[in-house]
């Protein structure tokens, strides 16, 4: 099976993410679109086995395959928790909709490491920005503030929100480099500050459900088996060209 072929016939969720999702969007963005894949079980059995992930068809388009999607989810990479937790979705079924339903049991304390850890690589790289062209690109430094910002209420609430909403203005505002690098960089040591102590009492566990993620990817699993089983059956008990009416 073409990798394509299983984006277009086995997808279980599909969303938009990027500036659209976080409530960014201005005229010249992008539509980013991320989604899920169950590879038919059978694709397991042989010694090729099907991708972890596959990126189309189309511009801007990439998904994973389930067990990757919750591999990463688990630990608790801040793309993949993010794309769950998009408002603009585009597909859902039945596996879809029981995935949504266990975002909860992805969210940990984890989440401190993976969001600062990513949080401190951008850093990084607008300081490697600052010294190479005298100015940081500011929309990777609108981004940063939005992922501390994130990552500190979802830390103090023990839920994941993405759209930036109220904040949207105060974010653009960094993009268009109206705010100067000495705010930026005040409001980045303020909110790494408040994830860190957002940290201390959180209501997020202290690991993800692993149990509760591990059985709903072997109940997606066995379905699939199942269903092919169903399938193959129902064509081999077909009745033969030819043969239909004969005694």
């Known amino acids: 099976m073409h990798p394509e072929d299983l984006v277009r016939d ?15 969007a201005t005229e010249d963005s992008d539509t980013d679109r991320r989604g899920v894949f169950l590879a038919p079980t059978p694709l397991f059995w042989g010694f090729e086995k ?34 769950l937790h998009s408002p603009l979705v585009e597909h859902v079924d039945d596996t879809g909709r029981e995935l949504l339903a ?35 690109r500011w929309k990777h430094a609108m981004h940063l503030l939005r992922l ?16 930036v909403g109220e904040r949207r203005a105060e974010f653009l505002a960094v993009k268009r480099g109206e705010v100067s690098w000495a705010e930026a960089e005040s409001r980045m040591a303020r909110l790494a500050a408040e994830t860190e ?11 993800p459900d692993h149990a509760r993620v591990a059985g709903f990817l072997f109940r997606a699993r066995r379905d699939s088996a199942l269903r092919t089983h169903t399938d193959h059956q129902v064509v081999q008990g077909a009745p033969r060209a030819g043969r239909v009416g004969r005694r």
Request: net charge neutral; with cysteine; aromatic share 8%.
């Open 102 to 136: 266990l975002r909860g049991a992805f969210l940990s304390r984890r989440a401190y490491d993976t969001f600062t850890g990513y949080a401190l690589g951008q850093r990084r790289k607008l300081d490697a920005d600052l010294r190479t062209h005298g100015a940081p």
């Open 197 to 207: 102590r957002a940290l201390q009492g959180s209501p997020l566990p202290a690991e």
């Open 50 to 83: 099907p991708p972890s992930h596959v990126e189309g068809p189309g511009e801007e388009r990439f998904s994973w395959e389930l067990e990757r999607f919750c591999e990463l989810a688990l630990r608790a990479n801040p793309n993949i928790l993010e794309c």
């Open 148 to 163: 501390l910002t994130s990552a500190r209420d979802l830390l103090r609430t023990g839920e994941l929100t993405i759209d």
């Open 10 to 24: 086995h997808t279980i969720y599909a969303c938009v993410m990027g500036s659209r999702a976080f409530g960014l």
